[in-house]
């Protein structure tokens, strides 16, 4: 019978067990596995929350450009007579436009109002009042409105105006038509929106409009 010598065990444990080297490279296989995890997981978070904005984002698209379509297409041609001259109550500039019109219920009832639609301070704003038949257009500018804040992180609104002869302007002086149409590009967040052109309604009816305002 064969005897089992300190030297025969040795051997057999080194035989069974890891060497350093194989511990080192198993290690490392590890580290190698949970980074390559790590990084699907951070990049799968990096893909939801770019969706999550791009989401927010398309929302605010559709919500605000239906805004502004609703309340530009629908402009009331009214006129102001001042002395002894009529004026459309209209101000169109290439950052702002004055005009009257309704508000959707939920913000005001009642109406029509004196509404100025901006951008200052990195928000686009809808301003609103009751036009005072007392006081010209300019001095009603001058007055104090109520204030909603349509979009935030607005970079830039460019407002233009069409004239019956399909001519674009970024301001609108006359006095007496409507534009045919009004030309919005907005850049929100450092990203451009799609532009939104919308018809007037108002613009057949400019010549007989729904009322003259007397201005004392």
């Known amino acids: 019978m064969t005897g089992l010598t300190s030297k025969n065990i040795n051997n057999k444990s080194a035989e069974a067990g890891f060497t350093l080297v194989e511990i080192?490279?198993?290690?490392?296989?590890?580290?190698?596995?949970?980074?390559?995890?790590?990084?699907?997981?951070?990049?799968?978070?990096?893909?939801?929350?770019?969706?999550?904005?791009?989401?927010?984002?398309?929302?605010?698209?559709?919500?605000?450009?239906?805004?502004?379509?609703?309340?530009?297409?629908?402009?009331?041609?009214?006129?102001?007579?001042?002395?002894?001259?009529?004026?459309?109550?209209?101000?169109?500039?290439?950052?702002?436009?004055?005009?009257?019109?309704?508000?959707?219920?939920?913000?005001?009832?009642?109406?029509p109002w004196f509404i100025h639609l901006y951008q200052k301070n990195k928000q686009l704003l809808l301003d609103y009042k009751a036009f005072d038949n007392t006081k010209s257009m300019q001095r009603n500018n001058s007055d104090e409105f109520e204030q909603v804040v349509v979009l935030e992180d607005v970079d830039e609104i460019i407002i233009d105006y069409q004239s019956e002869n399909d001519i674009w302007t970024s301001r609108w002086g006359d006095d007496h038509n409507m534009p045919k149409l009004v030309r919005i590009k907005l850049s929100q967040d450092n990203f451009p929106w799609p532009t939104i052109t919308i018809p007037l309604y108002s613009y057949a009816a400019t010549d007989t409009p729904f009322h003259v305002l007397q201005v004392q």
């Open 24 to 111: 080192q490279i198993a290690i490392l296989i590890l580290l190698l596995i949970v980074a390559v995890l790590m990084g699907g997981l951070q990049l799968s978070a990096k893909t939801n929350n770019a969706a999550e904005k791009l989401a927010e984002k398309s929302t605010d698209i559709r919500i605000v450009s239906r805004l502004l379509q609703q309340q530009i297409s629908n402009i009331i041609p009214l006129k102001s007579l001042e002395n002894g001259k009529s004026k459309l109550i209209f101000d169109g500039e290439q950052d702002s436009i004055y005009y009257m019109g309704y508000l959707s219920e939920k913000v005001v009832k009642g109406g």
